[in-house]
Structures are given as C-alpha cells and as structure tokens.
C-alpha cells in the first residue's frame, strides 16, 4: 500500500501525465470545434454535414469516448512504456530492489498506480470532450437536447468502466514492453511501433489483428452500428471482435502483459 | 574459513557477464563495527561485488554471508538492515530532494518521516529539499544519494565511491559520519579510488584485483609489512647501496627510484627506514634523503599491477606502480 501511494504520488507530479492528457484533450477539442464550425458552414457539402453528428447528443457521447479511447490507446501504450522504462534508465528499480523490495510487488503496485492514473485522465477528457462538444453544438446552432438522453446515460458508466479498462490494458502493454526493453525511450519507440503496426496490418490480416491488443481494446467498447473515430485506424473495418468477446481478450492481454513484465523484472539482473 | 563476528563475507564469489569474467572467486571478510576500504582498479569488479551483495544480481558460484546469515535469492528481508549506493545515485529528476527521499521509503524498511528531515540536514540539503533533484549539482546528487543509503539506518552500509564529486568539506563531513557509524557498531564498505581519503577513513582494507582479493587486513599491520623505503646516495655509490639495500631484503626488491639520480627503492616494511639508514652508514654511506614510503598508494600499485589474469588492471598512461 505505501508503494502504491507513493507511485500515484509521483505520477501526480510528473509531467508526463499532464503533458499526455493536455494533448488529449486538446486535439479532442480541436477536432469537435473544427468539424462544428465548417459542417455548420450553410454550403457545406453533405459528407462534411455528417460531421455535425459528433456533436449532437446523445450520439456525441459515444463518438467523444470513441475518440478518447482511440488516440488513448497511442496515449497509454507510450504512458506505461514511460513509467516503465524510466524506473530502468534512472535506476530508481535498482534503488528499490537494493533497499530489499519485492521486485514483483513493486512492479505491480507501480502499474496499479498507472492504472487509477488512466482511470481518471480518461473521466477528466471524457468530461471535457462534453463540455466542448456543447460549445461545438452551439457553434453549429445544433439542438443540446440529446445531453439528458436517459437511455444513453444509462449506457455510460458501462462504456467508461469498458473503456478504462482497454485503455489500461494498451497501458499493460507499454509498461511490458519497456520492462523487456529496459528503457525509456526504446520502450515508447516500440509501444508506438506496436499500436502503428497493428493498425497497418488490419488492412491485410483482419482475422488475425482483431485479437491484437489495440483492435481488441477498441472492439471492447463498439456500440452497434456506429463508427468510432479509430476503427480500423481509418481503413475499412474488415472484422472485429464482438464487444463481450473483446473484453475477454483484453483482460488476456492485460494479465499476459503484467505477468510478462513482473516475471522478466523478477528474474532480471540489473547491473546498469 | 569461519565467518563468525564479520559482518560481510563472500566465499569463492564468482560472477560472468556474458563471456566476460567479473569475480573469479572473491573471498571477503568484513569484520563488524569497522569502516573497510574496498580497492581495486578499474574493472576489479568492486561494483560487482555490490551488486551481488543487494541482490541486484545473482552468483554464479559461491556464497555471500550478510549480517551472519546466508543471502541468496530469497533473502531480500536482510536488505532492510543494509543501506547501499551503488555506482551513481538513482532520482526521479523531476522530484524535488526530499519527495525522492520520501519515494524510496516507501519501499524497504518502513522509514520515518522525521529520519527524512534528519539526514536532510545531515547531508547539508535541508535548504534545497525543495528544488527538483534535475537542478542538483552532482556533489548534491551524491550526498541526496548518501542520505538515501542511510534512511533506513541500516545497520551494514555499502557506499561505492561516496567521495565522487563531493567538495572538501563534503569529503570531510562524510568521513566524520562514516568513523561515527562505525564508532556505534555500525559496519560501513566503502569503495574508492581516492587512496588518500582511505587512508584516513577505513580501520581495514581489501584490495582486490581481475576479480580477485590481493590483500586484506587491518590498514596499519598491511602498510607496515609492505611499504617501500627510499634513500637518496651520491652517484658513485649507487653501486655499492644497491647491493647493501638487496642484502637488506632481497636483490630484486630493489630499483631505482623514479625520483631521479642517485634514489633507490626498496621494498621493506616502512618501520625499517632506520635499518636501512644503519646498514648504509655501517658501510659509510651516508644518505642525503631517506623517505619511507609506505602509503597506501605504493602498496595499492605495487600489489594491482600487471598480475595479468585478464582484468583491466595493469599500467595506465604508462605509469609503473610500486616505485616514484
Ligand atoms: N553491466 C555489465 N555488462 C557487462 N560487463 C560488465 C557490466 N558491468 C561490469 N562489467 C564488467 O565486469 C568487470 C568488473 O566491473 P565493475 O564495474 O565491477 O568494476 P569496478 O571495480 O567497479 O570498476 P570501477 O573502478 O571502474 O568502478 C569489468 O570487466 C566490466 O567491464
Ligand atoms: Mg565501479
């Protein structure tokens, strides 16, 4: 417990974590500002119109969370891989191992602050993406009424908690990968090779990436007939897992990648 | 070998990276409530050597022996009783001084906040506890590094090369505080380079060598069995010293001195200056220099050079050790 206080401590103060949800929310509010004010514009063409539905409630809920989960999946893979990485580069593992810690329980503690930590960035970009959204549709003159839609608030808690839970996962992932590469700047470097990689391969090998860990984690908070901003990365979406099947998945990965990163910790020597 | 009343020892401690040997069997005894100087050259394997005693990494064969007990992979609770720096001093930069201090106590042994404001103080950082460890000078970083090797109040404290980047007073304050710990039953294993400091610091030294003890025991007996004496003869009784000085000892224990014309080096337990002096006088030669040389430095020289087993240990910028 006093190791998983102080990870959020330092995760609190560090810059990464703002700097990251900073520039979530602020491409999120770029974007939904954009798309407001040029499908409002009275010439616009009928594609650009279609813009206008990010910003109409109860519709714009989903396309906000889509829209955070999706570039949230880049933004957590290089979050982890950052915490990860670092505790190697700086030697703070090493401090803590030296002082007779559990290398295991460090690593998992640390990672549970990182998750509580991506938790609530993703219920802070979800709340401002509302708050913009809103002013979007004021800009376009588009009606707010959808904001008190009972049954898609209904839907939310579920799609959040979801959400959270891919994003920690893509999280897993970078903190796994920069724990094999012992490294800072080597793990946000593959993390982000990953999440690129996997959304290039969707174009070819559907069936197989749709049990990678980024279109899983997207999969896992599908609504039905909507596409998100992410799917597919912006090619076509050729298959991908149901949403129940997706969270089986994800929770796979997300313990695959927490037992890879502790075991290798566990037994590794560290003589940097 | 008995380990009984040492606070440290490793037996047949050997050690690889990759192909690369490290320790090729390192026997230490570090007895209880003393400072013991850990020497060697680059390369000899001192840090090493601390890793393996925090567990960092593992043996390859051998045995270590912390606070009387075994230590093997599943004994990191004997951690709590030892505080360690090894090699440089580990932050997170963006956190100010007494965050890190905070940071690393919640790991380990469970550490007060106060002990936090104490070694603040201790270490001269008490002022600058506030600004970003990134802000640090590296003499700050090291002594933020000493205070977090003590937080736990350990009971065997592992510092290698503490002196690194620290100004004289610093250098000074520390060895105030490791001849106190020392001095309330505490064992502190230093590593250093700077012989000097040594000298004045540590009561009992290890010297090793290409991953291998050279010598160890109490600092006085060792520099008076081994130092070097050197006298200063007139040019045309050279000759003649020579062959006195090596009935002294022996023939090759003698060699010119690096100090230029007319000085001899012998090597001779420092405490024989005055047998030298009689010897040469009986056969009337009367030195005009005589120094006994029998610092840490010559011995250091003499016993780590060129023992060629692979170290990298052996002259550096052409520098012969053992005679100047
Ligand atoms: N992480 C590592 N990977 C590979 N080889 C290493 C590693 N660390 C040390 N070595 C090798 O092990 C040997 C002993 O190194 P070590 O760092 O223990 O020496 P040292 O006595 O601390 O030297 P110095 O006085 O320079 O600090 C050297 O040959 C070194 O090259
Ligand atoms: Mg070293």
Not at chain 2, 121 to 141: H, I, N, W
């Amino acid at each position: 417990m006093r190791i998983f206080v102080a990870s959020l401590r330092k995760l609190v103060r560090r810059p990464a974590s703002f700097v990251i949800l900073g520039i979530l929310i602020g491409l999120l509010s770029l974007i939904l500002i954009a798309v407001a004010a040029t499908a409002s514009q009275p010439d616009a063409p009928p594609g650009q119109r279609a813009g206008l539905l990010l910003v109409t409630f109860p519709g714009a809920y989903t396309s906000i969370l889509s829209f955070i989960l999706g570039l949230g999946g880049l933004f957590a893979v290089i979050y982890g891989a950052a915490i990860a990485g670092s505790e190697w580069s700086w030697g703070t593992l090493k401090s803590a191992v030296a002082r007779g810690e559990s290398r295991s329980r460090y690593q998992l503690l640390s990672f549970a602050a990182i998750a509580l930590m991506i938790g609530v960035g993703v219920l802070i970009a979800f709340g401002a993406g509302i708050v913009v959204a809103v002013i979007g549709a004021n800009i376009a003159g588009v009606s707010t009424d959808g904001l008190s839609d009972a049954e898609t608030l209904g839907t939310i808690p579920e799609l959040l908690g979801r959400g959270w839970l891919a994003t920690v996962e893509v999280g897993a992932l970078g903190f796994a990968i920069a724990t094999l590469a012992r490294s800072q700047l080597a793990g946000i470097g593959a993390g982000i090779a990953f999440f690129f990689g996997e959304q290039f391969a969707t174009i070819f090998l559907s069936d197989v990436v749709k049990y990678m860990p980024f279109n899983a984690a997207n999969a896992v908070v599908a609504t039905p007939g909507e596409g998100g901003f992410s799917d597919g990365g912006g090619g076509p979406v050729i298959s991908s897992l149901e949403p129940n099947e997706a969270l089986v998945v994800v929770v796979a990965w997300l313990v695959g990648s927490l037992l890879v990163a502790t075991l290798f910790t566990e037994r590794a020597e560290i003589s940097g | 070998m008995t380990t009984d009343g040492l606070a440290l020892a490793t037996r047949g401690l050997q050690k690889r990276y990759g192909s690369r040997p490290a320790l090729a069997g390192l026997d230490l005894s570090v007895p209880t409530g003393v400072v013991y100087g850990f020497l060697g050259p680059n390369g000899a394997g001192k840090t090493t050597t601390m890793r393996l005693l925090t567990g960092l990494i593992h043996p390859d064969a051998g045995s270590i022996e912390v606070l009387g007990r075994p230590f093997g992979r599943r004994d990191r609770h004997r951690l709590f009783e030892v505080g360690a720096l090894i090699e440089s001093p580990s932050f997170y930069p963006y956190l100010n001084g007494r965050e890190n201090l905070r940071a690393l106590a919640a790991t380990g042994a469970p550490v007060s906040g106060a002990r936090i404001e104490e070694l603040l103080e201790l270490v001269g950082l008490r002022d600058r506890a506030k600004d970003k460890v990134q802000t640090y000078s590296l003499g700050m970083k090291q002594r933020l590094g000493i205070a977090a090797a003590l937080l736990s109040d350990p009971r065997l404290l592992l510092l290698d090369e503490p002196a690194n980047g620290l100004d004289p007073a610093g250098i000074v304050a520390m060895r105030e505080t490791l001849r106190h710990l020392a001095s309330t039953g505490k064992t502190v294993f230093v590593s250093s380079h700077v012989l000097g400091e040594v000298q004045q610091l540590a009561d009992v030294i290890g010297i090793i060598a290409a991953g291998r003890l050279v010598r160890e025991g109490p600092i006085g007996e060792l520099l008076h069995g081994e130092g070097e004496v050197r006298v200063r003869v007139a040019a045309d009784q050279v000759e003649p010293a020579r062959t006195i000085l090596g009935g002294l000892a022996t023939p090759d224990a003698v060699s010119d001195g690096a100090d230029g014309d007319g000085w001899l080096a012998v090597r001779i337990g420092a405490g024989r200056a005055a047998d030298v002096n009689r010897a040469l006088a009986g056969a009337g030669i009367f030195a005009s220099g005589l120094e006994s040389g029998s610092d840490l430095e010559s011995l250091f020289l003499e016993l780590t050079q060129g023992d060629g087993s692979g170290g990298h240990e052996g002259t550096f910028f052409g520098v012969a050790g053992g005679s100047r």
